[in-house]
């Protein structure tokens, strides 16, 4: 099939590869176009335009930073509503607000066209091996028939949750779970390492019993070699949890342990911030 996908960043990139691994033939666009270097390499071709995206293929996929990023590259004046065909595929697998789906879905209803919100957990490791977790909201017999085999190719888990923005309602909550799954995997290590013990032997042991997580299992080891390298951006990890209280505003419940996640990972610097990945919560311990 033809696909086209904006947004080849940490987790973009691993997952145009599985694609054009997949026999699919790749048209990709970057707002920082040498990030497509590595997958033109492989095959895919280089879009000049975003606009050019739904000319170019029959389905197209979407995965940039923040909402804002994500209304720009379908609504704006230059998107991809602007050669939107009847019948086409969209699909965003940004973290991104549920109205925002909604709103997309309206406006490219008019063109004919299905847009999909599918956001994704698992991480980069996901990303790389192909086993995300996928979150799907929109039209269910159009994905079934249409969308789930393409995306099967990288993922391990596809549950359908409903009409379009449902997929990120899922995909907040899930990160309302991981909100504080990286609070207690930092206070373990930091406690661990003042008492005196073997840190990686405490890690790898508990990881195997009942306070085990896919945060410890995954970003515990980067922890242990300061590794502190993006994974998953704080920034957007920061996005998504502010996304999620702003949903919460709106049904009325309050999170204490999300509202202390965001404090937390709202005072890191700037500079961590933005260069390193959710596994630095460990350096608001070291005051
Ligand atoms: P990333 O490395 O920042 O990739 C996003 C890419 O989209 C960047 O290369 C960026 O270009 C591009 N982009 C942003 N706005 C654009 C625009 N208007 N037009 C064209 N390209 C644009 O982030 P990521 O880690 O791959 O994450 C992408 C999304 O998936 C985020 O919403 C994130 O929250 C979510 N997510 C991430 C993970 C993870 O573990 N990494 C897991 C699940 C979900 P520039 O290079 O120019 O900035």
Known sequence: MKIAWIGVGVMGESLVNHLINNDHELFVY???????????????KLLEKIEDAPLMADMIFTMVGYPKDVKEVYLGENGLIKNAKDSQIFVDMTTSSPELAKEIQLEFNKKGAHTFDIPVTGGDIGA??????????????????????????????????????????????NQIAIATTMISLAESYKFAKETGLDVETFLNTISTGSAGSFSMTSYGPRILKEDFKP?????????????????????????????????????????????????????????
């Open 30 to 44: 970057n707002r920082t176009k040498s990030k497509c270097d590595n997958v033109v390499k492989n095959g895919a």
């Open 128 to 173: 790389k091996n192909g086993t995300l977790t996928i979150f799907v909201g929109g039209n269910k017999e159009t994905f079934e028939n249409k969308v789930r085999n393409i995306v099967a190719t990288f993922s391990k888990t596809i549950e359908y949750f409903g009409e379009n923005g449902k997929g990120q309602y899922a995909k907040l909550g």
């Open 231 to 287: 994974g998953f951006f704080v920034h957007h990890f920061i996005k998504d949890m502010k996304l999620a209280l702003d949903e919460c505003e709106k049904v009325n419940i309050k999170l204490p342990g999300l509202e202390l996640a965001y404090k937390m990972y709202n005072e890191l610097t700037d500079e961590i911030k933005y260069n390193y990945g959710t596994q630095a919560i460990v350096k608001c311990y070291d005051k």
